[in-house]
């Protein structure tokens, strides 16, 4: 082999080195740019990183808050619910103790309609019998005084027999003029001794105001 084929062979190796070296090169630096971009994309991501720690440590305070404010407001509504169930524990109590003396008035209501009515009734059954006891008595009082005119009567008709009987008893007596039959004196009979020696000194005299004085 000839020097110059020998040149050429090496020209072509050195070529062929530097070709596959550009390549390599080529490839290296587009290695590099996707490395760069990787770190321009991971300080990127740093920085958003960064700014989502800084949002997250502002969420947190701001959901600490919040739960501090929602904490305030549940023992807010607790205290409002607490207050208002006792004031409904108390309405209900005052109603119910309403409707008790509701309930009670109604029935003292009933009772004294009840004894209303009772004495009502009683009221009509001595009405009734007041009725009766007056008409009894009424009718005793008729009785009475049929009974006490036939009493008078017969006091007088007795007075007229004794007054015989002591005539007939008396023979030292002298017989009147003029006898005169018993007069009437209101419901009573009265013996007329007029123009006789009978008065109220002489024995049948006494006898006949005894009499007189008893019926």
Known sequence: MTETDECTVEMQNRVQNATHSEAEIHQMYVLLQDLESSMNNAKQRQEEYQELVVQNEKMQKELKSLLNEEGQLKRAL??????????????????????????????????????????????????????????????????CSKETEKAQKFSGTTCVCIYDVHLS?????RIPTAWKPPSRRGDQLVPSCEGSSLGPSSDLGRDLDFFRSSS
């Open 78 to 143: 607790d205290m409002k619910l607490g207050k208002e169930c006792k004031q409904n524990i108390r309405r209900q109590k005052k109603r119910e103790m309403k409707e008790q003396h509701v309930q009670e008035e109604l029935r003292q209501c009933e009772q004294i309609h009840q004894k209303r009515e009772e004495m009502a009734d009683k009221i009509q059954q001595i009405t009734g019998e007041t009725q009766q006891l007056k008409a009894k008595i009424k009718s005793l009082r008729d009785v």
């Open 169 to 173: 008893l008396h023979m030292d007596v």
